[in-house]
C-alpha cells in the first residue's frame, strides 16, 4: 500500500491557522477532492472538526479519524486511537494507496513512513499556527510539476508537485 501525505504548504510551511485555511484555492480543494477520491483518507481529530458539518464526512471517500478520546463519535467514519491504526485497517481493507490529509500532528507522524507527497506549494508566506513538517527534500524525488497562476478566484500562484520518497518501499 502506498501511503501519501496530501497538504496545500506556503513558503513558510503554514497550512493552517485558527482551526482553518488561511487562503482561499477553489481549484486546490478541487485538485484535493479528486485525488483523493475513492481512497482511505485519515485525519487528526481538530482536522475533522475544521471540516464544515455539511462536507463531513467527507464524501465518496473512508473516512479515518485518529484520536485519543476513547468514546470519540463521528457518524459515518472509522475512529481510531493511532495512525498505525489507521493504516492497518486501509491494509486490511485492501486500499491501494491512502490519503494522510493533516493536521500537523498526523502528518509529524505519517512522514517517515510516507511514500509519497501530493503538496500543493503555494506561492506565497501567510501567518498561520499550523504548520508542515520539515521534508529533507534530498529524500524526496519530483514526479511531476504543475503551475497554477494567481487569477481573479486565487490570490495565490502555486504548483501541485508529487514527490517520492526515495528510500521508502510501499508496504
Known sequence: M????????????VIGKNNDLPWHLPDDMKYFMQTTKGHHVIMGRKNYDSIPEKFRPLPNRTNIIVTRQKDFNAPGCIVVNSLEDGLQHSRQAGEQEVFVIGGAEIYN?????????????IQGEVDGDTFFPKIEKDHWQELSRSHHSS???????FDYVIYENKYSKST
Not at 507522524?109 to 506549494?121: D, K, S
Not at 487569477?151 to 500562484?157: T, Y
Open 109 to 121: 507522524q505519517a512522514l517517515p513512513v510516507a511514500n509519497r507527497l501530493y503538496l500543493t506549494e
Open 151 to 157: 487569477d481573479e478566484r486565487h490570490a495565490f500562484a
Open 2 to 13: 502506498i501511503i501519501s501525505l496530501i497538504a496545500a504548504v506556503t513558503r513558510n510551511n
